[in-house]
Nanobody
Framework: VQLQASGGGLVQPGGSLRLSCAAS????????IAWFRQAPGKEREAVSCISSDDGTAYYADFATGRFTISIDNMKKTVFLQMNNMKPENTAVYYC?????????????????WGKGTQVTVSS
């Protein structure tokens, strides 16, 4: 399995970005696709996750109401629409694929990771 994240860039506060994560290879064994992020000097944290089986979506508290995760199963691509962005959303965003356990936000459940895409929110 290979994952390719794209769509990052510079956006002003209040603006929007849409990240994409294109998957290739044997993806059927890994029905959970998530976005994580890591800001400078901080630990990696979960942003959102979606199940390719039934479309169930999960969000971190900071993402609820402003971020939307979606999936195009035919294209094996997951999207993260981020609206009303804030400077604290600045980070490298990574997509990952795996199998969920008791929680959705534990990074150890995700066995395949793509290279990150930089998101900078600044005026």
């Amino acid at each position: 399995v290979q994952l390719q994240a794209s769509g990052g860039g510079l956006v002003q506060p209040g603006g929007s970005l849409r990240l994409s994560c294109a998957a290739s290879g044997s993806t059927l064994d890994y029905p959970a696709i998530a976005w994580f992020r890591q800001a400078p000097g901080k630990e990696r944290e979960a942003v959102s996750c979606i199940s390719s089986d039934d479309g169930t979506a999960y969000y971190a508290d900071f993402a609820t109401g402003r971020f939307t995760i979606s999936i195009d199963n035919m294209k094996k691509t997951v999207f993260l629409q981020m609206n009303n962005m804030k400077p604290e959303n600045t980070a490298v965003y990574y997509c990952a694929m795996g199998v969920l356990g008791s929680t959705w936000y534990r990074s150890s459940y995700f066995t395949h990771w793509g290279k990150g895409t930089q998101v900078t929110v600044s005026s």
